[in-house]
């Protein structure tokens, strides 16, 4: 099977062009930069260079020969992304998309709604699917080894609120089986980590990874959106994380789901093991 890879600089899909690679295979990835690419895969990969805002002719060279496709598109508008990609597979007579969505589909917070519209495009089309409706990723935790590293402190308005991050090597397991075995056709696989936990339980779980406490200290709706906008600008992103991390706190993020266990078959790697392989960020 041939596989065309999307956003394989990123974190899930370096990871699942990684592993299909290691698997024995060579997929095809689809990318703005060559370079990057390259520095990533070297020759193991065949790189189609394009952009999704504008691939013109890029899409439909990229899918030749190609029978599955694994999607990440991001931002408001994903759908006019998603849109592309399949109206270009169902040309090319594409036999399965795996599509990167998100758990918020089912809750319609931050960035859910963006995503429904994507799932609603592929499922549209007429392509076999399958959604991986992913929580929060513990990479995002990266996001907070500034404060960490300069004052041991995590700070956030999640409150004592609860969410169980995935391990983004959890997710291309799941992508890759799902690309591999065609066992989750017409699925929307609800993927999370294997234990709730609040931020404050994370920020003691890295302070235990690099051996010093690291404190929690609560922010308000309004400081998360000021700090939040001073980085991502005002706009949808900016909202859609706020509104992500009220419902943390809210607690109506917390689900926990054996999708993970269900398709690979082991359970999901804890987030105390995600802080020691990335202890030195936080140091
Ligand atoms: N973070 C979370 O907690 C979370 C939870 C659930 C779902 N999600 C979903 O996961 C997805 C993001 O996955 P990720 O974190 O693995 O991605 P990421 O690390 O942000 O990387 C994005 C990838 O998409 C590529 N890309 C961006 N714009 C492009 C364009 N116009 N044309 C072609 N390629 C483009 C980037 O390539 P370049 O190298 O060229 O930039 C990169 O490879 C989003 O759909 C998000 O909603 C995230």
Do not use: C
């Not at 899409?59 to 990440?72: N, R, S």
């Amino acid at each position: 099977m041939r596989s065309l890879i999307f956003g394989a600089t990123g974190t899930v899909g370096s990871r699942v062009t990684q592993q299909l690679i290691d698997a024995g295979a060579r997929p095809a990835v689809f990318a703005r930069s060559a370079k990057r690419t390259k520095a990533l895969f070297g020759d193991r990969v065949d790189i189609h260079v394009g952009d999704l805002e504008s691939p013109g002719g890029s899409l439909a060279t990229a899918m030749v020969g190609v029978d599955e496709i694994f999607l990440v598109t991001e931002g408001v508008d994903l759908v006019d992304r998603d849109r592309a990609v399949v109206s270009a597979a169902v040309r090319a007579g594409v036999r399965h998309v795996v599509k990167l969505s998100t758990l918020d589909v089912r809750t319609g917070i931050g960035t859910g709604p963006w995503h429904a519209r994507g799932e609603a495009a592929v499922r549209g089309s007429g392509i076999a699917f399958t959604f991986l409706q992913a929580a929060g990723f513990m990479s995002n935790a990266l996001g907070w080894a500034e404060s960490i590293r300069g004052e041991r402190v995590l700070r956030s308005s999640t409150g004592d609120g609860r969410i169980a991050f995935i391990h983004p090597d959890d997710i291309a397991s799941v992508a890759v089986a799902a690309l591999t075995t065609r066992d989750h056709d017409g699925e929307a696989l609800v993927i999370t980590g294997r234990e709730a936990l609040s931020y404050g339980e994370m920020a003691a779980a890295i302070g235990r990874a690099i051996g010093e406490p690291v404190a929690f200290e609560e922010l308000s709706d309004r400081e998360a959106y000021a700090r939040t906008r001073a980085w991502a600008g005002e706009g949808p992103t900016t909202d859609a994380l706020v509104d992500i991390w009220r419902s943390v706190r809210e607690g109506r993020l917390d689900t926990v789901t054996d999708g993970v266990e269900r398709v690979i078959g082991r359970r999901p790697i804890a987030f105390a093991a995600w802080a020691a392989e990335n202890a030195d960020a936080f140091r």
